[in-house]
C-alpha cells in the first residue's frame, strides 16, 4: 500500500518510555485492547442487531486520528494485543489509514499483534492492504455453510462473498480464524461439515457459546443457547479431543482433535467462564471503555481525550477505569430467566 498522507500525519508520537502497566484491582495485567471502529454493519444477524437498528449519528464516533490516539495511549501503558473490531470494521471509511497508522507500533516492537474480527463481506477488497499493514491473521464470523442459513442468520449478507473473502485472506497470506457462534436448532446438524471444512482448508475454528446481548424481541436466546460442553462430547465421538495448553490472548481454550491433528477453540462464557485470567477491556466507537463485556458499567474517555491535546488526563481516565474493572460477568442463564440478559448490542463494545 502506498504512503497516505493522513497515516504519517497520525505518527507524531514515537512512543515516549513506557509507563507502569495497567493492573486491575484482582491483579490481572491488561495487555488486550478490544476497539469498536464503527456501530454499523452490512450484515443484520439476528443474535446482534435487530432488522431496523439505528446507527448513531458520524458525530458521535471517534475520527481515526482520535481512534489513534486512544489506541497509541494503550499501547504506551503496555497492551500488546490490539483487534479492531465493530460493527463491521471494514466498511468505515478510511479504516486502512487507521490500520497503516496502528503498523507504527508493531514496528517499534511495542504492539505485538494487530487484528480483526470481520465478517469477511469486505475482505476481497481489503485482504492485501491488510497484510500490508502488518495483520497478520483475522477471525471471520462464519455460523453456516449453507447458503439459505446464511442468509436467515445474517438477514443481509450473501454466503458467496464472504467464501470470496476468505479465499482472498488465506492468498493474501493472512491466516484465517472461523468463529462459530453455536445455535440450537440451527447450525447443530453442521459442527462437523464446519470442523472439516476448515480442516481441509487449514484454518482454526472457534466455537462460541451465545451471549444474551442486545435487545431479543422476538429471538429466544434462551432457546438457542447450547452449552459447549455438549458440542465438545458430540466431537469426541469422532475423534479423541487433547486439551492444549496455548493460548492466543484471548478467550478460547483449544483442543487438538487427534485423528486430523486440526486445532479447534472453545470460548464458553457461560458454561465455563474464563474471568478469573481476563487480561481485556473494550473501547467502543464512541470512546467509552467497558472493562467487562458482561457488565453494563463504563465510563468515557472521549471527553478527557478531547479535553486537551496532550495525553495526560486520557492516560488519567483510563488508570481509573481499570480500577473498576469487575471480577467477573453478570450472564446467568441458569434461572431461565434474562435477568442475566445485557442489553447493550455487541456492535456497540465489538463483542
Ligand atoms: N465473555 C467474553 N466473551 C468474549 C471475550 N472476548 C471475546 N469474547 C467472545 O469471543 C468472541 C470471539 O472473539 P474474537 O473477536 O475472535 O477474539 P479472540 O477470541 O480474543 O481472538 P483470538 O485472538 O483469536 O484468541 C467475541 O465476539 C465474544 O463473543 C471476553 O472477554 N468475555
Ligand atoms: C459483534 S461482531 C463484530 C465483528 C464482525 N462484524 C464480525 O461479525 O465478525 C464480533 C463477534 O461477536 C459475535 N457475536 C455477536 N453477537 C453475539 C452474541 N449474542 N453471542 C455470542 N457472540 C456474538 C459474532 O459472531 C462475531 O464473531
Ligand atoms: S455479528 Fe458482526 S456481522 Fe453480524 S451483525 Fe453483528 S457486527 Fe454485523
Ligand atoms: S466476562 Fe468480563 S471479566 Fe469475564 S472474561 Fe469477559 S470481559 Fe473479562
Known sequence: MAPNTLAQGFARDTLPPMKAPLIDPFQRAIEYLRVSVTDRCDFRCVYCMSENMTFLPKKELLSLEELDRMCSAFVRLGVQKLRITGGEPLVRRGIMTFFQAMSRHLESGALKELTLTTNGSQLVKFADDLKAAGVRR???????????????????????????????????????????????????????????????????????????MGDLGNEDRLGQYWSLKDLR????????????????????????????????????????????????????????????????????????????ESDAQLEDAIRAAISLKPKGHDFDYSRQTVDGQVSRHMSHTGG
Request: proline share 5%.
Open 138 to 212: 483475522v477471525n471471520i464470523s462464519l455460523d453456516t455453510l449453507d447458503e439459505a442459513k446464511f442468509a436467515q442468520i445474517t438477514r443481509w449478507g450473501r454466503l458467496p462473498q464472504v467464501l470470496k473473502g476468505i479465499d482472498a485472506a488465506q492468498k493474501a497470506g493472512l491466516r484465517v480464524k472461523i468463529n462459530t457462534v453455536a445455535l440450537k436448532g440451527f447450525n447443530e446438524d453442521e459442527l462437523e461439515t464446519l470442523s472439516d471444512w476448515c480442516a481441509s482448508r487449514d484454518m482454526d475454528l472457534t466455537f462460541i457459546e451465545v451471549m444474551p
Open 233 to 308: 462430547a458430540r466431537l469426541e465421538t469422532r475423534s479423541p479431543l487433547v486439551d492444549l495448553p496455548e493460548r492466543t490472548g484471548g478467550p478460547a481454550r483449544y483442543v487438538r482433535v487427534e485423528n486430523t491433528g486440526q486445532k479447534i477453540g472453545f470460548i464458553t462464557p457461560l458454561s465455563h467462564n474464563f474471568c478469573e485470567s481476563c487480561n481485556r477491556v473494550r473501547i467502543t466507537c464512541t470512546g467509552e471503555i467497558y472493562t467487562c463485556l458482561g457488565q453494563e458499567g463504563h465510563s468515557d474517555l472521549r471527553a478527557p481525550l478531547r479535553a486537551s
